[in-house]
């Protein structure tokens, strides 16, 4: 069960030291949170782009402008805030989002709601002047790593097509991750998540498709990895190529890639874990 109860000291008048945000919404294994310091340092780490698929995942940081910084620290030190009630009802699982916030004395307000924009317009408030500072976080990467894909067809010739999944290190450190011979044994698994394009009246489960590109549908990468692992220095990137046969039923889809990925530093320490997502794209299976 998920905690839902606010903590409140509403003796305690500071400005609160820290405030961190919390969502689960976009992917409920690897969340996104921001903590914004005393000093007005802001740190993210986006642990799925899902929501934001042409976004890099990793981790931010930089100095919050101060526009932005004093926007924040209103609206959750408001009294509006202070009387917002956290949802009940939580189950292990469920998708939130969380507003907490400690002030230099220790005191601590935590509020937790569920999915949706339906909520107190004092959290929606806040929520706005956090997500005002993640947009700006984003352009500041530390850690961090984009995703396309290219060369899928608009229609699949027999013997299946050729896929690029295309990755690229755009913050200022290197890092490595598991060689793609490897992916699907090792910390890394990307995975094609299909369903047909049609109707989502005429859904069936028949009709979503599930697959994993690794080791046996592994062709080429641009950069050869070395000692098992692909390494990438900032602003460098490598297409990973696939084939796969697409052995569905003929119809038209729409596909998702998920890249679920481990990224260790040179030493070999790990640094994150975190979940890219590409698409949706279009393709058709036709009668062989």
Not at 267 to 286: C, I, K, M, Q, W
Request: charged share 20%; glycine share 8%; aromatic share 6%.
């Amino acid at each position: 069960m998920l905690c839902c109860a606010s903590v409140r000291d509403r003796g305690a008048k500071d400005m609160p030291s820290t405030v961190v945000y919390t969502s689960t919404i976009a992917d409920d294994r690897a969340a996104t949170t921001l903590t914004v310091k005393p000093d007005g340092t802001g740190q993210l780490t986006v642990g799925s782009n899902r929501d934001r698929r042409a976004e890099p995942v990793g981790r931010f940081e930089a100095a919050v402008p101060g526009a932005l910084l004093r926007r924040l620290r209103s609206s959750v030190a408001s009294a509006a805030f202070e009387a917002v009630q956290s949802e009940a009802g939580f189950l292990s699982g469920d998708p939130y989002r969380r507003i907490r916030v400690v002030s230099e004395s220790g005191a601590e307000l935590a509020v937790t709601v569920g999915a949706g924009a339906n909520k107190p317009a004092a959290f929606l408030e806040a929520e706005q002047a956090v997500l005002a500072i993640l947009q700006d976080l984003l352009t500041h990467p530390s850690l961090a790593m984009t995703m396309t894909v290219s060369g899928l067809p608009p229609r699949v010739e027999p013997g299946g097509a050729l896929l690029d999944v295309i990755l690229r290190n755009v913050g200022r450190m290197p890092f490595r991750l598991t060689a793609p011979s490897q992916w699907g044994k090792a910390e890394v698994n990307c995975e094609l998540s299909a369903v047909r394009d049609v109707p989502e009246s005429q859904l069936t489960l028949n009709d979503q498709k599930f697959a994993q590109l690794g080791a046996q549908e592994f062709v080429a990468a641009s950069k050869p990895p070395a000692d098992g692992f692909l390494s990438l220095e900032p602003g460098e990137g490598v297409a990973v190529r696939f084939r796969y046969a697409f052995p569905w039923p003929p119809a038209p889809y729409r596909l998702d890639v998920t890249l679920s990925v481990a990224l260790n530093g040179p030493d070999g320490a790990r640094l994150f874990d975190g979940n890219l997502v590409a698409g949706p794209y279009r393709t058709e299976v036709p009668l062989r």
